[in-house]
């Protein structure tokens, strides 16, 4: 039987999700590695923007520096692909193990933030604005990064719900009759001791 609630299997559920297709992405780009280094060329180089586009001076057209952001990019879908596949297994073991739902908590949660970087900052913000990718409509990754950010954010939201990291098996704190309850013994207890001291017992 599940020691959490159902909060925290959806959380395992998105978080892996997103790892596998992360994981398939670097995977795709090591392997076929030709067909997306010619859409970060052409996105760097703007060469399929508006013809009177007057954002061309903040084109790169050196292949190097084009390549080098390719494989900066592998990079760090490969990274996100490993923290999310790690963060998976530990929402996994935390199922029945409440204890660890924190720290699978806080490995997803960084996971899920660098696929909001890389497709917000890194495709959004400086591919589909600085490049002006919005306007190239051979090679424009506005609506796949939009996807991406839409799950990540999902799963990022999910995961940070209260109910996530509490677990349903996880006993609760102390309340207000627990307390009374424990106050009231210490109470006993002091005047037991205060009625010995005064019979001259310890």
């Known amino acids: 039987m599940l020691a959490a609630g159902t909060l ?7 978080t892996g999700t997103i790892a596998l297709y992360i994981a398939l992405v670097a995977f795709g ?6 067909t997306n280094q010619q859409f970060v060329r052409h996105v760097l180089a703007m060469d399929t923007t508006f013809k009177d586009n007057g954002l061309k001076w ?18 760090w879908e490969t990274l996100a692909a490993l923290i999310l596949g790690t963060a998976t297994v530990l929402w996994a073991r935390a199922l029945r193990r409440p204890e660890g739902l924190r720290r699978a908590q806080l490995t997803g949660s960084i996971g899920l933030m660098m696929i909001l970087l890389l497709f917000g900052v890194g495709f959004i913000g400086i591919g589909g604005e ?22 990540a ?7 940070h719900l209260p109910a996530a990291t509490t677990g349903a098996g996880t006993p609760p704190a102390a309340g207000p009759v627990a307390s009374a ?15 010995g001291l005064k019979e001259g017992r310890p």
């Not at 780009?29 to 030709?34: G, L, Q």
């Not at 903040?58 to 990079?75: F, K, P």
């Open 153 to 159: 954010g999902i799963a990022l939201i999910a995961t």
């Open 181 to 195: 309850e424990s106050a009231s013994g210490e109470s006993a207890s002091g005047e037991s001791a205060a009625d």
């Open 8 to 14: 925290p299997v959806a959380a395992t559920l998105l």
């Open 130 to 151: 600085w490049f002006a990718m919005w306007q190239s409509e051979a090679w424009n990754g506005l609506d796949a990064a939009i996807r991406m950010i839409t799950f």
């Open 29 to 34: 780009n090591i392997t076929d590695f030709e």
């Open 58 to 75: 903040r084109a790169v057209e050196s292949t190097a520096l084009q390549d080098a952001a390719y494989v900066g990019i592998i990079a």
